[in-house]
């Protein structure tokens, strides 16, 4: 039975379906309704099979459907992609009443959405999230963006995506790297408050170790129930987002320190949160049996938790550099006895350095 989580405030609410099977042509109508012409966006590493059943798929829906493929990768979350997919929309003639669809990972989700956000004012799209990144994170929450030569995302928009539809079968083909990235916000949901799903990850290594659909409904499921509370919470980014974030200062100045090659997102999130929770050990927010707790876990899905080759030399301009510094005191996400994460400039930039020693 497909999973179905609803995410949003009023107008903008869409729904988030999860199952093996959930890429049909009864799924997709949902999200597409009257529409006429379709463009799904893909790009160059998705595996052609997948391409060929969302066409078939596709087909029988007798609307004119039209595929553009990227380069897979960071770079394609550029300027000139994005205005190439507009320049292809407009040649094709869309109007208001078609539609894009995400067929692909996150760089694909957050380009395609901003083309949708933008085009013509703003047209529907549909995300298909092929990994587990983008299943458990960028395809829910509405934020869309490209890359500019000074920094990932600075150019984006919320828009919100009309349906989202989740299918464990894509999570098979995944890279070990790939899968393990998606691995670490999974475990950050467990960390930020759902007590469910860390629970059932301590439980169920092993299963989600062998990529088992039940095992991966779950964490995909619990993930997207933690995220949907909190962006339909905080649209807009104005408070309670903040604690998605937990690991994401130092995730991000490992992933600019090693200049985004060798370690995915994902990856450097994972010891950014072990970073962040030694802080909360120092800071006395958290016990030391729960810093263990954290670091087990993480270890027992075969994630890298050891940090030592990022010291606070290496990272301190990127993190001072990190979106959440105001007024010169960098904010963190800390988490406190209870599993509950916050947000925080109070704390003793000792501490800081101490991590990171
Ligand atoms: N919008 C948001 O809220 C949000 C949140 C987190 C991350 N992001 C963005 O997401 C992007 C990273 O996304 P990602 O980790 O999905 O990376 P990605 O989109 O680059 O995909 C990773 C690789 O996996 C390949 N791939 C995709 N599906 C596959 C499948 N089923 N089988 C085999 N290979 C497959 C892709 O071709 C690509 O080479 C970044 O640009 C990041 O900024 C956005």
Redesign the pocket.
Known sequence: MAKIIAVGKSLSKYNVVISKNAITQKNLMAGLKAKNKILVIT?????KS?INDLKNILKKSKKKVYFYEIK???KS?SFSTYSKILSKLADLKFDRSDALIAF???????IT?FCAATFLRGIDFIQI???L??QV??SV?G???INIDQG??LVGAFYNPRLVLISTK??E???DD?YK??LG?VAKYAFIGNKKLYKYMQENSDLIKLKKPQALETIIEESIKSKAKIVTADEKEKGLRAILNFGHTFGHAIEAYKKYKGI???AAVTLGMVIAAKISLYEGHIKSHQLDDMVNLLESLKLKTDHSNYSYENLKNYILNDKKVSRGKLNLVLINEKGIAFKTDKYNPKNLKKALS
């Open positions: 790009d160059s590493g998705i595996p997948f897979e990768g960071e979350k692909g990972g996150g760089v694909v989700g957050d959405g999230p092929t990994t990144l983008s994170d960028s929450g934020k869309t963006a990932k995302n894509y999570i083909t995944l890279s790939e990235s998606g916000e995915t997102h994902g």
